[in-house]
């Protein structure tokens, strides 16, 4: 006999499945926004994937963000892996995405298909991160031929911010817009399954996402895109300065520092721990 939810009750939750390649397009289609968020370690891994994020980037921006350096050209393909393998642990249901870090791919498809490969068979991930347009067409292809889901990273590139002069919005000219779509054609072309577009002018970010079958995701370019990303840090309120682009979600950074001295002050005044927190026996 069949069950009937009684009137007024709350139906079970639907159990989440793993994002999956397949979905980009479909929510695409669907017109349905895609949600991405860097994270660099399974305590943020997991919160997120609870949170219902889409994917989790592990971001090379872990390099100034977490590991103190300037910017992320110092990065390494090891740093990576671990930081990629302990995000993977905890994702149970986010699409895990990796950046292949500056001087892992770029001297030739057969490197930047040695270090995937390494990133999938040692972290765990997805599908891997990696930054330019017609100039890595070729590594695309031999990635994607070898079954490993590319996403695709154009406008403001931070492993060529000593190109770029800085980090500065790209496609701001005629010439330059045209390029930066004839780019994500050529990406998508060669088999990518997402663009990221990174400081882009929001009506250059509208147009490629309109040009695509496959999906675009902004950061600091605009609305009209098929999708979102922010490094958590900047979402989170961990700072006293994010960028323009980003949006302060809450204030985890004032949270934990408030934690903390409340902390060092228990400790100091002997009010911590109490008897509630020993063992008699």
Known sequence: MDQHPL???????????RFR?????????????????????????????????????????MGDNVLGYENTIP????????????????AKHSMVVADLPFGSYEASPQQAF???????????VQAVKIEGGERIVK???????????????LGFTPQSENMLGGKRIQGRSDEAAERLCEDALALQDAGAVAVVLEMVPAPVAARA????????????AGSVVDGQVLVWTDMAGMGDWSPRFAKQFGQVGAALAAATEAYVSEVQAQTFPGPEHQYDH
């Open 7 to 17: 009137p007024g009750s709350v139906p079970a939750p639907t159990q989440r499945k």
């Open 21 to 61: 390649v397949q979905h980009l397009i479909e929510h695409k289609a669907a017109g349905r926004k895609l949600t991405m968020l860097t994270a660099y370690d399974t305590i943020t891994g997991r919160i997120f994937d609870a949170a219902g994020v889409d994917m989790l980037l592990v971001g090379d921006s």
């Open 75 to 90: 990065v390494t393909l090891d740093e990576m892996i671990v930081s990629a393998r302990s995000v993977a642990r905890a």
């Open 114 to 124: 040695a270090s995937a490969a390494r990133m999938l068979k040692e972290a765990g």
């Open 139 to 153: 590594h695309v292809e031999l990635l994607t031929q070898s079954g490993i889901p590319v996403f695709g990273h």
């Open 209 to 220: 996402t309109e040009i695509l079958r496959i999906p675009t995701i902004g950061i600091g």
